[in-house]
């Protein structure tokens, strides 16, 4: 960041490590929020909602997903956590919907294994 202070994908990259970690959340909320200002993409409004995620902060988590879809409708990952916040919510239904349209749309993506358990367990429920 130093080296490219302008840079909105090495301040969007510092966010998500940040939420990631659980750490610096307000830093990583003000670095994804600058990052999406300077480049409104849908892998860069999927951080911000993420860092909402981290921060308990589901409702805007859930806004930011949805915008990042509309953008990126056939992105695995923002389904994925789209569905984790519903689960936060409360929203069951919606929850399951998003965790299995991920799936339906990648089989393999990177997250599937833990967006199987998260099924499991909603269904459990």
Known sequence: LEKMPESALTR???A?????????LDEALKLAEEAEQARPAAGIIDTV???YY??????KAVEKFQK???????????????GLAYAKQGNKEMALQELNNA???DPGFKEVEDTR???EELQAQ
């Open 12 to 14: 969007n990259q510092l």
């Open 16 to 24: 998500w490590l940040y939420a990631e970690k659980g750490e610096n």
């Open 49 to 51: 909602g993420w860092v």
């Open 54 to 59: 981290k921060r308990d902060e589901y409702d």
């Open 68 to 82: 990042a879809i509309e953008l990126s409708p056939l992105q695995p990952t923002i389904r994925y956590h789209l």
């Open 103 to 105: 799936i339906r749309i």
């Open 117 to 119: 358990k998260v099924i």
